[in-house]
C-alpha cells in the first residue's frame, strides 16, 4: 500500500487528495497549516466527501514513498519544512505547481532523480479549508519515464486523466505563454476582455514573443506563431473570465509572479535573450 503525503491541500492540493482516496490501495495523508477535519469535494458528477489522515505538525508525520507539493511556488521553502519528517531515502517528490522550473524549484532539498515536475490542468477553487470545487475534468501531464509510470499507479480508478509524454518541456512552457500574457490583465485590473483591446493585444504578444524565445533557447518546441494562438485563447474565454494573478492582485493576496514572467526574465538572462516587456511587468507588480 503506498504511503502518499500531500503537502497544501488547497484547490489543486485537496482535489488531488480526495481523488488519491478513491483508489482503496492508498494511505493518504493530508499535510496542512490550515486545520480541517475531513476533505470534501463537489465535482461535476456529485460530491466526493473523503477522509485522508490530517496532520498539522512534523512531529505527526513519518516518512512516505511519494510526497506531493501542491503549494503555491512562493510556498516552495516552507513546504519544504516538512521534508525532514516525510523523506525517506526512496520518496519521491511530485511537484503539482505551475511554471517551467519545478525540479530546479526542490533541487536543494533531495536529488534531481526523486523529483517527478507535474502539471495539473482543471479549474478548481477552495471553497474553505476541506472544501474544493472542482470545474472540469482533471488532467495531470508528466514527462514519460518509469517514475512517471508508477505514479500514474496511484490514480487507477480516480477519474484523473493521467498523460506521460517525450515533450514535457514544450507542454510546460506552451502553458507559461498562455500564462505569461495574463500578466496584462492583473497589470490593468482587467479580465479576459482585455484582449479584445489591440494595444493591450499587442503587449501580450510581445510578452509572449519574449517567453518563447526563452523557451526555444531552453529547448521547447513552440509554433512561430504562439503569440497569434494565446490572443485567440484569451479572446476565446468569457469576457470576464478572471486569471489567477488578477485574482490575487485584487484581493491583496502573494502573486506566483517569479513563477510566471519572472522566470521568462531569468532563463532570458541565461540565454543572452532581452526581455524588457517581462521585466517591467514583473517590476509594475512588484512595487504595486
Ligand atoms: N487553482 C487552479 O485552478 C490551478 C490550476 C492549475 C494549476 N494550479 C497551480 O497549482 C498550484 C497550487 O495552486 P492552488 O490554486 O491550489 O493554491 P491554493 O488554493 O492557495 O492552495 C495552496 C495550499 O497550500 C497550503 N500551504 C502553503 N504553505 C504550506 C505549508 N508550508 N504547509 C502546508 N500547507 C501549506 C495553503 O495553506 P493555507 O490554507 O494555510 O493558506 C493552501 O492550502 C499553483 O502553482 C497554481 O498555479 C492551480
Known amino acids: 500500500m503506498p504511503a502518499i503525503t500531500l503537502i497544501g491541500p488547497g484547490a489543486i492540493g485537496g482535489m488531488v487528495a480526495a481523488r488519491l482516496c478513491q483508489n482503496p490501495r492508498n494511505e493518504v495523508t493530508v499535510v496542512t497549516r490550515t486545520p480541517f477535519s475531513s476533505l470534501s469535494l463537489d465535482t461535476p458528477d456529485g460530491l466526493l466527501e473523503v477522509d485522508p489522515r490530517i496532520v498539522t505538525h512534523p512531529g505527526e508525520a513519518g516518512p512516505a514513498d511519494w510526497v506531493l507539493v501542491a503549494t503555491k511556488a512562493y ?23 505551475n511554471g517551467v522550473n519545478h525540479v530546479d524549484r526542490f533541487s536543494e532539498w533531495l536529488p534531481r532523480e526523486r523529483i517527478l515536475p507535474v ?30 509510470s508508477e505514479f500514474e499507479k496511484l490514480f487507477a480508478d480516480t477519474g484523473v486523466i493521467y498523460k506521460q509524454t517525450d515533450y514535457f518541456m514544450s507542454v510546460a512552457w506552451l502553458k507559461l505563454c498562455i500564462f505569461a500574457a495574463g500578466v496584462v490583465n492583473a497589470l490593468v ?16 504578444r ?45 484581493a491583496g493576496r502573494p502573486m506566483e509572479i517569479d513563477l510566471r514572467n519572472g522566470v521568462i526574465v531569468e532563463l532570458g538572462r541565461k540565454h543572452g535573450i532581452a526581455t524588457p516587456f517581462n521585466e517591467m511587468a514583473v517590476s509594475l507588480l512588484k512595487i504595486t
Open 206 to 250: 510581445r510578452i509572449v514573443d519574449e517567453a518563447a524565445a526563452v523557451g526555444r533557447a531552453e529547448g521547447a518546441s513552440l509554433a512561430q506563431d504562439i503569440a497569434d494562438e494565446v490572443i485567440e485563447i484569451y479572446r476565446g474565454q468569457p469576457a470576464d473570465s478572471v486569471n489567477s494573478l488578477l485574482a490575487d492582485r485584487a
Open 119 to 148: 502539471i495539473v490542468d482543471c479549474p478548481t477553487e477552495r471553497v474553505a479549508p476541506g472544501q474544493i470545487r472542482q470545474r472540469g475534468e482533471l488532467f495531470l501531464t508528466v514527462p514519460a519515464s518509469d517514475l512517471a
Open 75 to 97: 510556498d516552495s521553502a516552507s513546504a519544504a519544512q516538512w521534508f525532514e519528517s516525510l523523506l525517506g531515502e526512496e520518496t519521491t517528490v511530485a511537484v503539482l505547481q
Open 189 to 204: 485590473l482587467q479580465p479576459a476582455r482585455i484582449a479584445n483591446d489591440e494595444k493591450a493585444a499587442e503587449v501580450m
